[in-house]
Every structure is written in structure tokens, then in C-alpha cells.
């Protein structure tokens, strides 16, 4: 079904076409020197032919691209700690190119659903992480445990969290002075909730598709939710997540990655205030302060050399090793792998789950949750406490490159103390709402749709995350005060005790 | 009435006075190289021999701008593309000196009633977008033709608008128990809603000021609601805008209006999120991680070469062309003329409007808003479908940049149904609004001080906002989902039910 | 009781330890020339030859400090613009060497609990002001007598305040469906309120700690509410403050003091939003666009050379030239010394405390608040009108640099006027309060903890600050209009007025 062409004469075009058409592209110091050596594949030579044209964005980011600037055979030549190439041989024809456009979008044609012929070449429109995982099946590998990967099904497959998200994103119409929520549409939720977890992107067939003055019109793959570079996507070639999440198109970029508004994409207050707390920081300020004189593309990351704040990529996913090269922490792709707790997006904070796939917990009332509605673990579905310590130890490695044992011992204990009492305040806001549900004051069948029930999603979705996340870095203590944090965890509890009694007393005199 | 001093010797002042009294400003790498060329315009001499002293950091400011640079004359001599300059001839007075102090602030005195005499030379205090005209006569009329530069009259010369901002504004005093509003002051108007949309500076008369103790008391004119750089100002010789919001004094940089910080200072959540959801998108990500490869300051602006993620200017304003010199977008200042809906600040979103002056307008029921109430827009004061499709495709030629069609056509479909569907929020929210006027449990003599009206205030100016902001760049998720998103615009509506139902119970059993 | 050694032969220690462990420390554009001459004493080189494996990232943090790169003895030479040491003269052993580990943590032995026999060295875990009032007096005797210093004192030792925190930050519990609050945890106060304030730090004796695989347990000062870096922490030598609230450990850098980031850490909205304020303002816009051409490290700190737009430090704290040296204003460690009135934190908008320790302030009615309730200063504590003016000239010979007369004079008096208005819009809420009170509707036992009250202090906590801002910055709009501003003051009597309508009609028929 797809042709390949391959072209085996090694033509210099890449020298001829930086310096004819993108001369500006070398001139900014030297950047691009060395290019030279470097060759491209005859179909990737013909995309760029017509996509410097039709699409020059993408071309240049490409360009700035570690893939435009090293052949997989020379990098598979450094040491260990320096080599981004995780897989230990890679097929001869791909070695000794450039990592181009033909290089990525030609992977594993039978696989992809949405491999179509594009000017004579058999293409897929969408690079998945399998396809990525040709040279890097370690970071591909381990992502794929990840809850990230597994972003798409975590939500859309557990019906508890299916019935938040319709609740949230249905459209609402008054009906005889009563509000009827309606399913969301695709559309909405591609860019609501499934904008950060990732949609489900299939092949409804072909299509054609105006690709401006010079070529007219195209016939190209019809994709549904498309486009998508959410986490969890799930691909056309039945593989799930976007490294394009984190590395886009076409720069596939390190630094980016490694930056912390890569991350800020999603993870933002009400829900997940990662990024708000840390550039608030002591480590964000610094960052923010000195990250220019900071190297953001060494690999392996040397702290105190490269680095003198942690970023999120830091602590969660790179490999950093010492200035004397020793190794500090293991770099993982599994975002996970360096956390003992969950401290967002469930009503009880609790141990990280043992498999990335969350669809598949079942706590102590069969219901798809990691604790009870009174907050006793899924234990089976969850790490153990050696797992647990283990993981800690890993992150306090990280700590330790800057802080004393005194140090990071008492932060942890804080943070074990906050978790403590922000699963006691929403333990306090749950007595509240079965109150409400049975005095019949809200109606527990849809538990998300009320105005008492959207106070007490609040207690647990929104104002414990803020305080964790400020717990968790030491800083930006509104977070944990003010902004969204003990304020509104104690009002909160304040107004859902009112709103019981105005409902209940409303009830009562109603039926006089 | 004013006496004009322009010296005919041209003296190498410039050079002297850089490297006697600014060593420091030429020691940054050669930056102002060249200067020794420049000629400056007595009077500018003068102002600067005692300003240098008396405010330092205005004439620093100026000293790093392009006017400080280059004469005219040589600036005309770039190429169409090139040229900043878009007047064909300039007086000859003008074209020979540097763009100095002189320069701008004694242009057009006549009609200048802020025109005074100042240390014996008759300057204006204000400069405004007709004095810019003088060398940029077709920015200056794009914007002349805006949205921006009418935003004064837009707010303040619509009843509707008008009364909303009294109700905000104004101070709430408790006589009897009830709340009594008081009109707003001039100068909480100047900070509040004219911060963006400018005030009207007019002159009261002449006013001494004591100016430091080099100077003692000086006579200054009195201005009304100064100062003032808000985009609708209205200037006192008649003109209205002030190019001085986006491009600061003296300065004047290019490079910081095309930086989204710019915009940020009015474009900002609750009410226009546009760089709230900006900087957490993926383009946003791209622009805070790449921003120092790029270069802000290049005329024209060359996609894939000067920057590689698009800021507001790129996609609004810029003079984009392709790194083959193929222009992708003209300049324009007239901030909507790329726009084809309106996605805020008003009851429903709808198409732009055919004038800047959105005073104008006439709904069915004959008021001053774009659409009726239950959402039919004011087709006559609207553009109509051609032009819409017409900037759309301008549009999408930008994107086209980096994206495909299928990627763009998808994205605009997106949007499309993201303001369908918000605006059907709205109109669920204006039918309980009526339920309350009629029940007359809120009274619509003023539709915007009580307490279920500022929740559908809410509904319509802040919630829809963030969903088709998130929508419109595709990014931010959080600010489509919780973040005043779907997430508030479901739960409004439920608040707005029960503030009925718990008005109406009062109301009944009150009068028991 | 404590062993100091000094060594007295000079070793070119550092020269090697930067060659052999740090070699890439120096390769970035030869920051450390001139390393070399450096000499570090004897205990010092010991710390480091450990501390370089067993925490490098603070190792590389202090290298990269001026107190590595210059001894006393050198920087006491300097003019005295230049000179960063304010002590007029230094004991002859810490002249001569650079100032490193020992210097610092190794002073006043005598007054620190927390000193330790540390691998033969008696060292102390925290460095105090105290300590580092040996090099730098004037700062620190400065910032003890600033409201910062005394930050702790002033919120824990008020009863009102005290009060304050605890009904925020303490764990409630329903209780028979009553919601009963707990005192708060230390740790919960320390990342709340006492993240900023500072925590009282002791020593409750030692222990043991595990430090790494090489060292295994060591023993070391087992301290309370440790780690803390808020800005009135009280020290184990008894004094107040911690610099490194703002000169982040080990760089100490003037850099990062200077930029915003800093600040930001507690000054964020919604009860203190300077930073949220700033950083859409035009000042912000400025400072965001241009910074990367600005010196942060340069002292004096050259107006118009050194920077274009200020930030918090220019207005508050650094020591300020104009190009031709002369000086603008004196650098102050007191933060409130620029400063005329409060803004932000307490009931109204009022003249600055004489003393830093404002829990010795009584109003009328003899409790600890600087205005009555119903607004009336305790002018006996306050500074009066002609202090207040002193200060408003010094601000305002900063604004001149930049600006003319009439501009500044107009923008002062439209902060008088926002703080007049504000503080109206609070004595409002507060007639509102005292009715609910009156009536029973709620109760002033604890002024803090019930709805209605909580929303009178948002009334007076959170909403007037944005506003105060925004107007004290003239910037970022929204903050006055929207975004915490006048909408929320307006919205929020409303608010008030319902609630108490509600809450009354519910007793009233609550009780037939």
C-alpha cells in the first residue's frame, strides 16, 4: 500500500538550501556551523522543497532542531550520560540521515490509520510516540506507564469522572424555569478537558482540504478531535499520548521541555496550581532571576553548573547528575515515578497509584475511586509504603544537591501534615454534603450538579491543591493562605453550611 | 501666537553630548554606532541641555529609540517593505534632524490648545496621533478608524455602557440601611475603565508647578484627567488616540509593542483574558522559552527567521512576510481589520462592528447595543458574511505559516462552536434574568446593581470570555474549563435559579 | 566553648578547586578572572572540599556571589557610591579572605543556640542580620527598626491579628452538624501566614541526622519551625529578620533583590497584589520587554543607564543616581521609609506606623489597631503630615526622573483620592457589619468566622488593596476595575446587604 523512496545518492542539499533560502538562519553565530556535514534523505529533501514555501514555520523550527543538526549514527557515538538516543541500534537507512520530515511522518504505515498518499509519498499525519520510539524506546516505554499516556481513558473511562465532565461541559437550557443539561460536544470538550488529557483522534476517511494558491486543493485523512497535542491523546495508530505535548512541533526542543511554561500549559490553578506556586517560588524567583545564564540544553543536566534553581523537569523527569558527574537522579519519562502522593484531582489526596491506568481501581465500594467516599485508600490499587519511601528517597537525592538533611527532613514532614489536614477539612465538607443528601436538601444521583455539591467539589478539587502545591515547594504562601487556599477551605465550609440551613428552612416553609 | 526656533547650522551636538554626558549608553555594544552622524534641530538641543539634568531617564528613553537614530530622509530611502515611514514626503525642516523633542511636541500648534511657552520655545504637552501623522499618516488613520481609538466615546457616550460603569464605580453609601450609589469621581474613572480606554485631557487653563529646585515654580498648562495613555484618549487639539499605550515615551520601541506585555496591560481576566490565556498556551510556552533568538525590532517581520510562535502583534497588527520576502499579511492599526466576530465585552458575541464608533449602533428595541436581548445582532451596523470570510482568510493565511488546512479549518470550526455555544449560556442566563424582572423580584429600571444582575453580568463579560479566548489560540485549557470557564458558567447559572428561588420565598413569606 | 580555626598560610585553594572540580564554572566568559587572587581561609576551604560533593548546588550558588569574587579589604577601597560594605572598618581576619562558609556561619558564637560542633568546627546553622551587620551595619540596623523585621511580633503578638489567623488556618470539624474550629498547626502556619512573617526559631537541643551515603548520622541542632526564610523570622541569637528572604542562600545576589520575582514571593494578590499590579502596568510592560539590556548588579544604580522603568527596589529600597552621579535617593533597608501610607492589610488606609513594632499601637477604644473602627487614626503612633510629606518628596524626586511636575503631582493626588474612596467603600461594609452584629444576625465574639463577616473583611482585606495599587502604580486597570477592584467593592456590599436580609428573615420564621 505505501512507496518509499529512499534516495541512496547523498546529495549536499542541506548546505545549499540553508545558504540560498534561509541565509538569515546561519548568520545568528554560527549556530547552524557544521551543517554542512549533515544529509538529508531525498523524500525529506522533497518535503522541504515545497514545505519552505507552503509552510515555512515549521521548516525553521525544524531547523533549530537537534535532529536537523546531528545524523542518529554520530549520536549514538557519545557517552552514555550524553546520549538522547535510548535505543541501541537503529536501522541503517535511518542512521545516516538527518532526522527529517520523511524520517518521522513514513513510521510504521500499516499501523496508521491515517497513512495517506501525499504528492507520491505515503505519509501519516500524525507522529505518534511509537513512532518516536524508534530511537527512543526507554523515554516512549516508560511514558507509556505513565498517568499521562493514559490521560484520555483515566478520564473518559472512569463514569465518575465522565459524569464531572458532562456536568461541567453540557449545555445548559432553561426548560419551564428549570436548568436541563444537555451532553457536551466534541468540540468543547477537545478544548475544555480534553484539551490537557488528550481526545481520541480516528480516521473517519479522506477529505479534501484547499491548500492555498499554489496547490490548490488536496485530498487528505479526515481526522476526528483533531488537532489535539494533548497528553493522553490516543493516535490513529491505536498508541496513546503526544510527545508534542511537552517537545512541539518541529523544534522538539529540550529547553522548552525543560522550561517551566511547558508544564503551565495544564498544570494551573484552580485545579492543579503547579506553575502558579512555583513562579512564586524561591526557586521560581531565582529561576526567574537567573535562568538566563542557565544551560537548558546540556544532557546530562549538571546542577550547580547548568542549573542553580530546579524547574519542574528537575525534580520530576530529568537526569541530573553532580559536577563531578555523578548521578543524582535517573532521567524518567514516567512523570510519576518520582512521587509517593497524588495531591490533585481526587477528593482524598492519597498514595500514588500503581499502574498508569486508573480506569482499573476499584475502592472499598466498588466505585472507580483510589479512596473511599471517607478516605480510606484502594490500597490494593495503590503503592505501598516501602514504594512510597523509596520514591521520597529519589526526590531528596534532588533536595540534597542544594539542602542539608535537617532541611529536607522537616519539609517533607510539613508536607505529610498538610495532606493530613486538607483530607481532614474535606472530610468535614463531605459530613456536610451527606447532610445535604440525606435531608434531601440536594439530590445525591447526579453528586456534581447542585450548588451545594459544586461548594464541596471546590473543598477538594480546587482549595487543598493550592495548599499542597505551597506545601510542596515552600513557597508562595498565598497559595496556601489567601489565594485560594485555608481562606477559602474555611469559608467554603462556612457557606455549605449555610446554603444547608437557607435550602432547609426554604424546604420546610415551602410545603406549609 | 507660538514662535518656532529651528536652528539652520546644523551642529554635531549629538556626538558631543553622547560621549561627554551618556558615556555609559555607547559603551553597549556599539548600539549606537553611527550617531555621530545624526543632526539635532536647535530647540531639541535646548530641551535636552536641561532635561538631560532635569529628567534623565526621558532623554535615556529617547536616546535608545530609532528617532535618535536616523534622520527621515535617509529612513525614506528603505525599501517599501522596510520603510517606517509611511508618509511619501515629509517637510524639509523635518527630514534632516533626528526625530527630537522639538520635533514632535511644536507640531501643529494651532490646533494644540495645550500649546504653551516653555522656557521660550511654544510647545504642546500632549502629542498626539495627528502629530504622528506627520511621518506615519497611514497608521495613523487605520487607527483613527478603530475600535481602540474610539473606546472613550464607545463607553462613555452610550447610555447602556455608561450607566454599567456608574454602578461599578461609584461609591455605595448605607443611608437607612440601603445601599445609595454616588456618581463616580473623574479620577477613579482615569484609573478604573478609562486606564484602557483613555479620558478626555482638556485644558482648564495655565497652573504654576514647582519643577525642582534648579527651577523654582514654572507655568504649565492644567489638564483635565491627565495623565492619561489610554487607546480612545481624547487629545486636546481635537484628535482622539494616544499611539503613546502601546508604543512608550520616548522610546516609542517596536520591539516592546510587539511583546504581549504590552497588550497585557488592558487585555487581561476577568473581562478580556487574552494574555492570561496567551502566555498559557502552547504558542505562549514557545514565545516565554524562544523569545531571546528572536528579534523584535526587524521591519518587516520574517516568519521562521525574526520569531517562530506568533505574539498578539504578529497575528493583529505586524507587517508579516515569509523568509522568501513574500508578504503573508499587511501592517494595519486598526486592531480589528484582521477580526471577523467580537469576543468580548459584550451580551453575546457577534460580528465586528462596520465602524470604530460602536456608539452608533441601534439594536431592534432601538438601543445602543449590537445585538437585541435575546441575542439578534444589529445586522445593519455589522459587517456581513463576505467580509467576515474575507478576514478570516487573512487570518488563516498567518496560521498557514506553520499549519495546514486541515489543522486551521478544524481550529476556526472550533471556534465557531464555542461562541454558538456560549452564547446559548448567555441566553439561558437572560431567560432566568427575565423571570426575576418579571416576578419582579430584581428591578430592571437599573439592569446592573443588583444582586442576581451582577450574576449574569458574570454570565456574559467575564465567563464566556475565557472559553472563546482558550478557544480562539487553542490553549490554556484550564481557562475554558475552570478557570472562569465552563466550570463557573454551569455553576452561575445554578447560582442565579436559587438567588430566585430564595428571593422569591422571602418576597412570599415577607409579606405573610 | 567554640574551636576557631584560622589559618594563616594564604592557600591559592580556590584557584584549584575552580580548575579541577569547577572547570566549568570558569568557561563561561571568564566571570571568575581573577579568581586567583582570592583567598579563602582555612575552615572555609575545609567546608567547601566536602560541601563541593556533598551539596555542590550552594558551593556553585556561593561562587558565583560577590563575596567570592572580592575580599573586604578590596571592596572597602571603593568610592563611596560604589562601596556595598557600610562598615567603616572590619576585623583584620575577615578582611583578607573571601567571605565564605566560616565567615559567616562561625559568628557570635556566643549569642547563637544553634551552634554546633560541626566535623571539629562550632558553626551556627542559621546567619542572622546580626551576623551579617558585621560588613553591612547600616542595612541591618535599618532593616530592624522596618515593619518587615518585626513582621512575626506584629502578627502573632497582636490579638487581633492572632485571631485572625487561627480562625483561617485552624482544622474544623463538624460537630453535631456544627462546624467547631482547632488551634492550627505549627506547621500550617509556618507555609501560611508565618511563610512570609517568619517563624520563631529554636533550638530544642540536637539530633541526629542521616547525611548521605558518605557520612551516614551526624548530629546537628534539632530546630523549631525550621526551614524559614519569611522576612521577620526570629533567630536562635535572638535577633529579628532574615536577609535571605531577598538575598536568596549561598549567591546573596543584589540581581535578584532587585528584581520583582523577589518581592512577588509575598506580595500577591488578592490581600497584597503589588506584584499582580506591577507586572501589568506600563512600568511592568517596560521592565518585562527591556530588562535583559538593564544592570541589576550596578551600584549606585544609574537611572536612565542602568534601567529604564523601575522596579520595587528602584521606588523602595536602592540606592538611586542620575547619569551625572548626582543622587536621587539614599538606599534604605527600611522598607517603609519611602513610604507615607499603608495600603494594604488592615481595616482602613492610614499614615505609616512610627515604629516597625506596631503591636504597641492602641486606638481609641485600646486595641491594637491603628484606626478606630470607624476609621479614626491612633494618630499618637502614626506619623504625622509633615513626615508624611517629607516622604512623598523623596518618592517623588524618584518619579522626576522620569517625569515632569504636573504629571506626578496629578498622580498623588489621585491616590489620595483611591485611598479616600476605598476607605469609604470600607466604613460602608462596616456600617453593615455592625447592624448584623446589632441584630444577632451574626456574632462578635469572633469578628472572623462567620459569612457575613467574612465578607466584610474581603471588603476591606482584599478588594481595596487591588485598587490601591493599581492607583498607587497608575497600571493594570483591571485590578481597579474588575479583577479584585470596584466590581468585587460594589458586588460585595450588595453581597453583604442579601446575606443579612436572608440570615434575619430565616430567624425571624425560624423561630415561629
Redesign the interface.
Known amino acids: 500500500m505505501n512507496m518509499r523512496l529512499r534516495s541512496e545518492g547523498y546529495v549536499l542539499f542541506f548546505l545549499v538550501f540553508l545558504f540560498i ?2 541565509p ?2 546561519v548568520s ?1 553565530s554560527g549556530k547552524f556551523a557544521g551543517a554542512e556535514e549533515i544529509r538529508l534523505s531525498a523524500p525529506t529533501q522533497a518535503c522541504i522543497a515545497c514545505h ?10 525544524w531547523l ?1 532542531s537537534r535532529h536537523a543538526k546531528i545524523i542518529p549514527a554520530e549520536a549514538m557515538k557519545k557517552p552514555a550520560l550524553e546520549r538522547r538516543i535510548s535505543s541501541d541500534r537503529l536501522p541503517d537507512e535511518l542512521s545516516v540521515y538527518a532526522v527529517g520530515c520523511y524520517e518521522c511522518h513514513s513510521l510504521n504505515p500499516v499501523r496508521h490509520k491515517d497513512n495517506f498518499n501525499h504528492m507520491g509519498y505515503m505519509i501519516n ?1 500524525v507522529v505518534s510516540p511509537n513512532d518516536c520510539s524508534t530511537c527512543h524506546p526507554t523515554e516512549a516505554d516508560q511514558y507509556a506507564r505513565s498517568k499521562k499516556a493514559n490521560a484520555y481513558k483515566n478520564l473518559m473511562k472512569n463514569p465518575i469522572y465522565h459524569n464531572l465532565v458532562k ?8 426548560e419551564n ?3 436541563v ?1 444537555q451532553p457536551p ?1 466534541e ?2 470538550l ?7 488529557h488528550g481526545t481520541k483522534v480516528e480516521v473517519r476517511g479522506l ?1 479534501k ?4 494558491s499554489a496547490w490548490g486543493e ?1 485530498t ?1 485523512p ?2 476526528t478531535n ?2 489535539s ?1 494533548g497528553v493522553g491523546r490516543e493516535n490513529p495508530d491505536g498508541s496513546i499520548g503526544a510527545c508534542t505535548a511537552c517537545h ?1 512541533r518541529h ?1 522538539f ?1 529540550i ?2 521541555a525543560r ?1 517551566p ?2 508544564c ?3 498544570h ?5 496550581p503547579a ?1 502558579n506556586v512555583y ?4 526557586h ?3 529561576y ?3 535562568k ?2 542557565w544551560d537548558f540544553g546540556a544532557v546530562p543536566w ?4 547548568d542549573f ?1 534553581a530546579p524547574t519542574c523537569a528537575t525534580c520530576h523527569v530529568s537526569l541530573i547528575v ?3 558527574g555523578e548521578v543524582i537522579a535517573e532521567r524518567t519519562h514516567d512523570f510519576g515515578a518520582r512521587l509517593w502522593v497524588r495531591l490533585f484531582g481526587l477528593i482524598y489526596s492519597h498514595a500514588q497509584p500503581v499502574s498508569g491506568d486508573t480506569s482499573i481501581i476499584r475502592n472499598k465500594d466498588g466505585l472507580s475511586m483510589p479512596t473511599a467516599f471517607t478516605g480510606e485508600p484502594a490500597t490494593k490499587y495503590l503503592i505501598d509504603g516501602a514504594e512510597q519511601d523509596r520514591r521520597k528517597g529519589v526526590m531528596k537525592e534532588i533536595c ?8 529536607i ?3 517533607f ?2 508536607l505529610d ?2 495532606i493530613k ?1 486538607t483530607n ?2 474535606t472530610l ?1 465538607a463531605t ?2 454534603m451527606v ?1 445535604a443528601w440525606e435531608k434531601g436538601i440536594e439530590d445525591i444521583s447526579n453528586p456534581f ?3 451545594i455539591e ?1 461548594l464541596w467539589i471546590k473543598q477538594w ?2 482549595y487543598p491543591s493550592s ?1 499542597r502545591y ?2 510542596a515547594m ?5 497559595y ?4 485560594n ?3 477559602e477551605l ?2 467554603n ?3 455549605m ?2 446554603r444547608i ?2 435550602k432547609e ?2 424546604m420546610k ?2 410545603s406549609e
Open positions: 533560502c534561509y538569515a538562519a545568528a519552505k514555501a507552503v509552510s515555512p514555520g515549521i521548516v525553521s523550527d533549530s499525519v456536568t461541567i461541559t453540557g449545555i445548559k437550557k432553561v424555569g428549570k436548568l443539561s460536544s468540540m468543547t477537545r478544548e475544555t478537558c480534553l484539551g490537557c477529505k482540504v484547499y491548500a492555498g488536496i487528505v479526515d481526522l483533531w488537532p497535542q512541539p523544534g526542543s529547553e522548552v522550561k511554561y511547558t503551565a500549559q495544564c494551573l490553578d484552580p485545579d492543579v506553575w513562579k512564586e517560588s524561591k521560581g524567583a531565582i526567574a532571576s537567573k538566563d545564564d549538571v546542577l550547580g553548573k542553580n553532580s559536577p563531578d540534597r544537591g542544594c539542602h542539608g538533611t535537617s532541611w527532613d522537616n519539609h514532614e510539613k501534615n498538610t489536614e481532614e477539612m468535614s459530613q456536610l447532610e450538579d447542585e450548588e459544586k478539587l480546587f495548599i505551597a506545601s515552600t513557597g508562595a504562601p498565598d496556601a493562605s489567601f489565594k487556599g485555608w481562606w474555611s469559608d465550609l462556612r457557606k453550611r449555610n440551613d437557607i428552612h426554604i416553609h415551602q
